[in-house]
């Protein structure tokens, strides 16, 4: 089965919002939680970028909408979520994706000062803006379930965050954090059904494009490294781990991080 | 009354003036993360992180040779009811591993040690278990000793890694 061209009801009725859905791994995510029916929210810093990728959803038959966010500030993180509630009646699926300031650095360098920020506020802060306001609605999701389905909170992590970075140093203990996160909400929601989980992707990203354009050998040099010997799809292989974590069939599954990488990172 | 990272520091023994030991320093007052106020984060998480990235930049800029981070198990476990202690504790551990990659070519170790929460004034009662099994050894536990050999000239080879002390719970 091609999973591309799959389109399903593994997610309908069910309401989501992925942030930094306007491109990349957000952009992949959104558009295969829309594939199998999910009502999706696409909260991008932009409507120029968000919109479009809205409007390719809606017009393979799925139900999508922009809504303008910015994550580094708790209020729209909170309107966000309100205006979903609101239009939909319902959140279910919360995915932070979204993240900004992971640019080459030293660790001793003072000018990373204003890059740590950024990605403190993104990643981490975002992490905790995006539970406290979703998390009544999880619970609610949770209340309403069958028995397998539920709340469920996925942060987006990456492998840098297990095993640490040498050119962008602190991009991996800002995402180590996401982890630990993940595993203590599940352990503070998993009494009330709700599951957090996490998702370590390497795909292509337009980051790693621009990184591509700038150094032609790192595309074969990581190809080279990676078992699978490819990048990731974004919608296909990294969207398709999203939407087992979002749907009933990872029921039993929290605390958790999937690697999704083509079998580069082995660390686990 | 002295914060817990004090009572750890103190318990370390002296070490050679080319190491450093940088002890994590969390709260033990439990926060559900839907209570987390934009204050508490800055609290909770952001102060004491941005304190370990200026402690380990200090290190650094001050010539140290062996570099050692301190910093409370439940980064790897989770904690319920400590979301951000626990983020603080894992960014610790693993801003370890990148200053271990970046530093390594200069001649510069830096590794972590993972204590058990107990030693932070952590109840696992509240935090939840770090183990399906129970902890193997009943006596207390000190990281004074694995301190002082990755601090020595013997543990020069070792860097970017987690020793963990806390009696044989994680494994």
């Known amino acids: ?3 591309t061209t799959h389109t399903g009801t593994r997610l309908q009725d069910r309401v989501a919002i992925v942030t930094g859905a306007g491109q990349g791994v957000g952009e992949g995510i959104a558009r295969r939680l829309g594939e199998e029916g999910a009502t999706v929210i696409l909260a991008a810093r932009r409507a120029e970028t968000g919109e479009p ?3 390719t959803i809606r017009a393979a038959g799925g139900i999508a909408e922009c809504i303008v966010t910015d994550v580094a500030k708790g209020d729209s993180v909170q309107q966000c979520v309100d205006e979903t509630v609101r239009r939909h009646g319902r959140l ?7 993240f900004s300031g992971a640019v080459p650095h030293l660790l001793h360098e003072a000018t990373m000062e204003k890059n740590w920020k950024l990605m403190s506020k993104t990643g981490v802060w975002a992490c905790f803006f995006c539970a406290r306001a979703a998390y ?7 209340r309403r379930g069958t028995g397998l389905g539920g709340g469920r909170l996925i942060l987006i992590t990456s492998p ?15 995402k180590a954090a996401e982890r630990a996160i993940a595993k203590s909400l599940a352990r503070e929601w998993g009494p009330e059904g709700i599951t957090v989980n996490c998702i370590a992707p390497v795909a292509g990203s337009p980051a790693l494009a621009i990184a591509f354009e700038r150094n032609p050998a790192l595309k074969d040099a990581i190809e080279a490294r990676t078992p699978l010997g490819r990048v990731g799809d974004i919608t296909k292989d990294i969207g398709s781990v999203a939407l087992f974590l979002a749907s009933d069939d990872s029921s039993y599954v929290t605390g958790q991080t999937i690697v999704c990488d083509g079998g580069s990172f082995l660390g686990l | 009354m002295p914060s817990h990272a004090t009572t750890i520091n103190s318990q370390l023994g002296d070490v050679p003036s080319q190491a450093r030991v940088i002890v994590v320093d969390i709260s033990d007052i439990p926060s559900l993360a839907v209570d987390l106020t934009d204050d508490k984060i800055q609290e909770l998480w952001e102060q004491p992180i941005q304190k370990v990235i200026t402690e380990l930049q200090d290190a650094h800029s001050s010539g140290c040779k062996r570099i050692v981070v ?19 504790a894992e960014a610790a551990r693993i801003v370890v591993k990148s200053a271990a990659r970046q530093w390594g070519k200069d001649g510069i170790v830096v590794n972590a040690v993972a204590l058990e929460s107990a030693a932070y004034g952590i109840d696992e009662s509240v935090a ?7 902890r193997a050894m009943t006596n207390e536990v000190s990281a004074k000793g694995i301190v002082q050999w990755l601090c020595s000239e013997a543990a020069g080879d070792v860097t970017g890694q987690t020793f963990i002390v806390d009696g044989g719970s994680w494994m």
């Open chain 1, 1 to 3: 089965m091609d999973v």
């Open chain 1, 53 to 55: 990728v809205a409007e």
């Open chain 1, 92 to 98: 279910d699926i919360m995915v932070h994706n979204a």
């Open chain 1, 136 to 142: 009544p609605h999880l619970q609610e999701s949770s």
């Open chain 1, 160 to 174: 840098s965050g297990v095993e640490g970075s040498a050119n962008i140093a602190l991009y991996s203990p800002a």
């Open chain 2, 70 to 88: 301190v910093t409370p198990l439940i980064g790897m476990s989770g904690a319920a009811g400590y979301s951000a202690q626990a983020a603080v």
């Open chain 2, 128 to 134: 939840g278990p770090v183990s399906i099994a129970p």
